[in-house]
C-alpha cells in the first residue's frame, strides 16, 4: 500500500472551531483510495524534516497559543519556503494563515513576526468577522465558518484563495478570502473546511499525488451526498 505523509503544524495549541476535521477528511479521502496515511504531529520545539511531508496542515488557536508558535514558526522558516517551491501542499487556517504573512499586528499593538510565505500582513481589530461563508474561488465554490478580529491584506500581486460571495473573507472590505502560493493555501475558513468541500479537498489530494508521479482516482468508494448537504445547510444560514 501507498504511504502518504500528513504533518499537522502545533496540534496542540493551534486546533479550534473544529479545524481537526480537515486531518480526518484528508485521511479517509485518501484511505478510500488506498493509501496508508502517516501522520506525524509537530509540536512546539520539534525538529521536522519538510521534505518528508506530502501535506501540511495547521489550524488556527487563541491568542496565547498564536504568540506560543509565532516564534518557534521562525525555526522551520526557510524549510517552509524550499518545500513550498517545490510543491509541498499546505493548508494553513486562520492563525496559522496568518502567521504565514509577513506580520500580525495584535489590537494591543504587538508584533509577531511572520515568516513572509504570503505577502500580507494582519491587524487585530476590534470587530468581529464571523458566520458562514462563501467564496468563489478558481477549484469551484467553497463554504465554510469564520470567526476572527486579524484582518488581512494581500498585496496587489498576491492572489487570493477567492473573491468573497457571502461572509466577510481576509478583512470584510476588499472582497478577497485567503490566499495562494505555489501548492500553499490560506484561508479564514474553519467549520471544519474539507469535510464541506470534497471538491477542494480532492483538489489538494491531486497536487499531492501529482507531486510524486501519482494520480487522482475517482472512485465510487466515496459517497459526497452528506457533505453536500452539510454545505447547503451553511449557506442558508444567517450570517
Same mark, same amino acid.
Given at each position: 500500500?501507498?504511504?502518504?505523509?500528513?504533518?499537522?503544524?502545533?496540534?496542540?495549541?493551534?486546533?479550534?472551531?473544529?479545524? &481537526?476535521?480537515?486531518?480526518?477528511?484528508?485521511?479517509?479521502?485518501?484511505? &478510500?483510495?488506498?493509501?496508508?496515511?502517516?501522520?506525524?504531529?509537530?509540536?512546539?520545539?520539534?525538529?521536522?524534516?519538510?521534505?518528508?511531508?506530502?501535506?501540511?496542515?495547521?489550524?488556527?488557536?487563541?491568542?496565547?497559543?498564536?504568540?506560543?508558535?509565532?516564534?518557534?514558526?521562525?525555526?522551520?522558516?526557510?524549510?517552509?519556503?524550499?518545500?513550498?517551491?517545490?510543491?509541498?501542499?499546505?493548508?494553513?487556517?486562520?492563525?496559522?494563515?496568518?502567521?504565514?504573512?509577513?506580520?500580525?499586528?495584535?489590537?494591543?499593538? @504587538?508584533?509577531?513576526?511572520?515568516?513572509?510565505?504570503?505577502?500580507?500582513?494582519?491587524?487585530?481589530?476590534?470587530?468581529?468577522?464571523?458566520? !458562514?461563508?462563501?467564496?468563489?474561488?478558481? &477549484?469551484?465554490?467553497?463554504?465554510?465558518?469564520?470567526?476572527?478580529?486579524?484582518?488581512?491584506?494581500?498585496?496587489?500581486?498576491?492572489?487570493?484563495?477567492?473573491?468573497?460571495?457571502?461572509?466577510?473573507?481576509?478583512?470584510?472590505?476588499?472582497?478577497?478570502?485567503?490566499?495562494?502560493?505555489? !501548492?500553499?493555501?490560506?484561508?479564514?475558513?474553519?467549520?471544519?473546511?474539507?469535510?464541506? !468541500?470534497?471538491?477542494?479537498?480532492?483538489?489538494?489530494?491531486?497536487? +499531492?499525488?501529482?507531486?510524486?508521479?501519482?494520480?487522482?482516482?475517482?472512485?465510487?468508494?466515496?459517497?459526497?451526498?452528506? @457533505?453536500?448537504?452539510? +454545505?447547503?445547510? @451553511?449557506?442558508?444560514?444567517?450570517?
Amino acid at each position: 500500500m501507498k504511504k502518504i505523509v500528513l504533518a499537522h503544524l502545533y496540534p496542540r495549541e493551534m486546533n479550534i472551531y473544529g479545524d &481537526w476535521g480537515n486531518i480526518v477528511a484528508l485521511t479517509k479521502r485518501l484511505e &478510500w483510495r488506498d493509501y496508508e496515511v502517516v501522520y506525524e504531529p509537530i509540536g512546539l520545539g520539534a525538529e521536522y524534516d519538510f521534505s518528508r511531508a506530502d501535506i501540511v496542515f495547521g489550524g488556527g488557536g487563541q491568542d496565547r497559543g498564536q504568540v506560543a508558535v509565532a516564534d518557534d514558526l521562525q525555526r522551520h522558516r526557510e524549510a517552509i519556503h524550499v518545500a513550498a517551491e517545490q510543491g509541498t501542499v499546505f493548508l494553513l487556517v486562520c492563525g496559522l494563515y496568518q502567521l504565514f504573512g509577513h506580520m500580525f499586528t495584535t489590537i494591543e499593538g @504587538a508584533e509577531l513576526p511572520g515568516i513572509g510565505l504570503f505577502d500580507a500582513e494582519t491587524v487585530g481589530s476590534s470587530e468581529r468577522l464571523i458566520g !458562514n461563508v462563501v467564496v468563489q474561488t478558481p &477549484w469551484g465554490e467553497v463554504v465554510g465558518f469564520e470567526n476572527h478580529s486579524g484582518k488581512t491584506t494581500l498585496a496587489p500581486e498576491q492572489s487570493a484563495l477567492g473573491r468573497v460571495v457571502q461572509g466577510h473573507g481576509n478583512n470584510g472590505e476588499d472582497g478577497f478570502e485567503g490566499a495562494v502560493v505555489h !501548492n500553499v493555501f490560506g484561508t479564514y475558513l474553519h467549520g471544519s473546511l474539507l469535510p464541506k !468541500n470534497p471538491d477542494f479537498t480532492d483538489e489538494l489530494l491531486r497536487r +499531492a499525488l501529482e507531486r510524486r508521479g501519482d494520480k487522482l482516482v475517482i472512485t465510487d468508494k466515496i459517497d459526497d451526498s452528506l @457533505a453536500e448537504r452539510a +454545505a447547503a445547510v @451553511a449557506k442558508r444560514r444567517p450570517q
